[in-house]
């Protein structure tokens, strides 16, 4: 299973990276309502724009907790150097990018 990472969604003042919803419907920054894709669609899920990751590679990155609009507990993948050095992510124009 994959999670797909939106690229152009992400700026660097951002704390969280911005993840696809299930069926290609639309963008959240919580791991709880990230879509989760059996494939990925190469020139589409993976992209310059997006980036398909694997169950490994999401538990190699760091991630935060906060509260949603509800009051409930959620989960994200933290938008830091560290993550984006694991991920082979660098910043240009103010938005994640492939190295």
Not at 16 to 38: F, H
Not at 59 to 82: A, R, Y
Request: with cysteine.
């Amino acid at each position: 299973m994959y999670l797909i990472l939106s690229l152009k969604n992400t700026k660097k003042s951002e704390e969280q990276i911005t993840l696809w919803r299930q069926n290609n419907a639309g963008y959240t920054l919580y791991l709880e309502s990230a879509g989760q894709y059996e494939n990925f669609e190469p020139g589409y899920h993976d992209s310059e724009s997006a980036m398909p990751i694997n169950q490994d590679l999401l538990n190699k990155l760091d991630k935060g907790q906060t509260l949603n609009d509800f009051g409930e507990p959620v989960s994200f993948i933290v938008n830091s150097k560290k993550n984006r050095d694991t991920l082979n992510l660098h910043i240009v124009k103010g938005y994640l990018c492939r190295k």
